[in-house]
């Protein structure tokens, strides 16, 4: 029989996976859709303090930003009062590209969790995300997008 943190890692693997294959058809990579949660939920943030929340070095995060904007998913604006920094934010394709990666996420949730009852369901998120706190992972930042950025 193997231990917890196998069956983590085993789901964990599993989990990324049928994600990343589901983002293909609408040409996303991981970092890309981490990076768009993150501008999206604190419009106006600047590259760097998205690189810092990301801990990756901001000349890393410029390529991933660049291939956004390209795509017209990201823009760039100067704010008045800092003309040196770029506030980031979602354009309105974004926005519409954001929710339909939640929409994969909703369904690939609702496939993984279906043999729980929604009190099960839960329960294990709660216990989970007590170790995430304790192992001090930042809610809402996959560690992962680290090593893809």
């Known amino acids: 029989m193997h231990g917890l943190t196998f069956v983590l890692s085993q789901l964990g693997f599993h989990v990324s996976f049928a994600f990343k294959e589901a983002l293909e058809p609408l040409g996303l ?11 999206g939920r604190e419009p106006g943030q600047s590259q760097q303090a998205l690189a810092t929340k990301l801990g990756i070095p901001a000349n890393r995060l410029v390529g991933m930003i660049d291939e956004l904007e390209a795509r017209g998913l990201v823009r760039r604006d ?3 009062t800092d003309r040196r920094v770029f506030a980031l934010r979602l354009t309105a394709d974004g926005e519409r590209m954001v929710e339909r990666v939640r929409q ?38 996959h560690p992962g997008l680290r090593k893809f950025a």
Do not use: F, K, W, Y
């Open 29 to 39: 990579a991981l970092p890309h859709v981490g990076i768009m949660q993150l501008v």
């Open 78 to 80: 100067r704010p008045p």
């Open 104 to 141: 994969i996420g909703i369904a690939q949730e609702e496939r993984l969790t279906a043999s729980l009852t929604p009190a099960e369901r839960d329960a294990l998120t709660a216990q989970l995300q007590r170790l995430a706190d304790a192992e001090g992972l930042t809610p809402g930042i």
